[in-house]
C-alpha cells in the first residue's frame, strides 16, 4: 500500500492550499482517515479525522479552519486549510489504517505518507 501526499506550499498567513492524499495497492478496508502534522520536534499533532460515513472531527487549533473531506472510491482525503496562521507551518502526514488488515493479523497495516510541508510566512 501507498500513501502520497500532495499540495504542500509556502504561503502567506490567511492563505488556503489545499492537501490532498491518496492510498492505493493491496488494501482490504480503509475507514478513518486522518491527517497529522509535526512541526520541529518530537510530537506529532492530530489535526484531522474522517470516517468512510463521512464523520469528521478537528483539533481545536484547526476547527471552523480547516475542512477534512474524502473520495471513498479510490481512498483519497483533503484538507482544505484557510485563514493559515504561521503556527501552522509544519510537515502534513496522511495516515491511512487498513483495519481490513488489521482484522486478519497483517502486520503492516497502518500506512503513512512521507508527509508535505506547509509553511506559513509572510
Known amino acids: 500500500v501507498q500513501v502520497v501526499e500532495s499540495g504542500g506550499a509556502l504561503a502567506h498567513p490567511g492563505g488556503s492550499p489545499r492537501l490532498s492524499c491518496a492510498a492505493s495497492?493491496?488494501?482490504?478496508?480503509?475507514?478513518?482517515m486522518h491527517w497529522y502534522r509535526q512541526a520541529p520536534g518530537p510530537q506529532r499533532e492530530l489535526v484531522a479525522t474522517?470516517?468512510?460515513?463521512?464523520?469528521?472531527n478537528y483539533a481545536d487549533s484547526v476547527k471552523c479552519r480547516f475542512t477534512i473531506s474524502r473520495i471513498n472510491a479510490n481512498n483519497t482525503v483533503y484538507l482544505q486549510m484557510n485563514s493559515l496562521k504561521p503556527e501552522d507551518t509544519a510537515v502534513y502526514y496522511c495516515?491511512?489504517?487498513?483495519?481490513?488488515?488489521?482484522?486478519?493479523?497483517?502486520?503492516?497495516?497502518?500506512?503513512w505518507g512521507q508527509g508535505t510541508q506547509v509553511t506559513v510566512s509572510s
Open positions: 495516515n491511512a489504517p487498513d483495519v481490513g488488515a488489521q482484522a486478519i493479523g497483517v502486520p503492516l497495516y497502518d500506512f
Open positions: 495497492g493491496r488494501i482490504i478496508t480503509i475507514n478513518a
Open positions: 474522517i470516517t468512510s460515513s463521512g464523520e469528521t
